[in-house]
């Protein structure tokens, strides 16, 4: 079994998984681990610094329209320190290092009622990627092309269904 590196830094509480990580569902580019790479703190870092500045709502897949417009990207960024991230490193067909980076919205006294209660255990969020299929603004994610410096892709609720750009 594989376990993320644990990163956390003041509002973001991520799990660094290495290239060899199992990924489910498959995205197509992120399947083999010689296309994928794992996540730095700096890059990281670099996301984070980011992303409280970015409109969700203008990334979509494909550009479709956002039935909930912008009330789902203000819930998010209300409560953006409560997401827990999962960290994935890919290459896309350009060859530019990308990170697809999972959301998904964890109270911190269950994280604390973990740690009292099972002390040596590993939570299941640094094994497993965390998949929801519905849960509307709990569950999201987001791309970001570290060479461009640009997030696309966003979606919510675990569809990850299309492929890397």
């Known amino acids: 079994m594989i376990i993320a590196t644990r990163y956390q830094r003041p509002g973001a509480n ?52 956002h039935k909930y417009g912008v009330e789902h990207e203000l819930e998010i960024n209300r409560r953006l320190a409560q997401y827990r991230r999962q960290y994935y490193g890919f290459y896309n067909d350009e060859q530019h290092p990308c990170l697809f980076v999972n959301f998904f919205y964890f109270r911190l006294d269950k994280d604390k009622e973990f740690a009292t209660k099972y002390p040596t255990k590993t939570p299941s969020w640094l094994k497993y990627h965390v998949l929801a299929n519905d849960g509307g603004v709990l569950f999201w994610f987001v791309f970001y092309d570290l060479t461009t410096k640009r997030f696309y892709n966003f979606d919510h609720n675990g569809h990850v269904s299309f492929p890397c750009k």
Do not use: H, W
């Open 14 to 65: 991520c799990a660094l998984f290495p290239a060899v990580a199992e990924f489910y569902p498959p995205i197509e580019g992120m399947t083999e681990p010689t296309k994928r790479f794992t996540p730095t703190t700096l890059q990281v870092d670099e996301v984070e610094d980011t992303l409280p500045s970015i409109k969700l709502e203008t990334l979509l897949f494909d550009n479709r329209p």
